[in-house]
């Protein structure tokens, strides 16, 4: 079994940074892709960034390319989302999701591990 725990998020101005941690544990990480997605109230969960195994392909939501970079350590087990030029739109609660797989997929349905979820919330 895989769990994923997120954390970093907060309360930030627009225009403001955060980086957001995903720890995993369980199995073998660098086996895994992982992504990032985020639910604003209301709306569907969205895909955001995704990251292979191996670190070397990257992809992202239309809405945070240039803003935010998807990486990870696989020495310690963690991914990061770090974002920069926050706006109010971007306030989401961000979840983590794993799968075993070698390419990344902003496909929901692609991943079969989830974490709980950190809340961003980015003031005007």
């Known amino acids: 079994q895989v769990q994923l725990v997120e954390s970093g998020g907060g309360l930030v101005q627009a225009g403001g940074s955060l980086r957001l941690s995903c720890a995993v544990s369980g199995r073998t990480f660098s086996s895994y892709i992982m992504g990032w997605f985020r639910q604003a109230p209301g709306k569907e969960r969205e895909f955001v960034a995704a990251?292979?195994?191996?670190?070397?392909?990257?992809m992202y939501a239309e809405s945070v390319k240039g803003r935010f970079t998807i990486s990870r350590d696989n020495a310690k087990n963690t991914v990061f989302l770090q974002m920069n030029s926050l706006t109010p739109e971007d306030t989401a609660v961000y979840f983590c999701a794993a799968d075993r797989r070698y390419m990344p997929t902003s496909s929901r349905s692609q991943y079969n591990y989830w974490g709980q979820g950190t809340q961003v919330t980015v003031s005007s």
């Open positions: 990251i292979s195994w191996r670190g070397d392909i990257t």
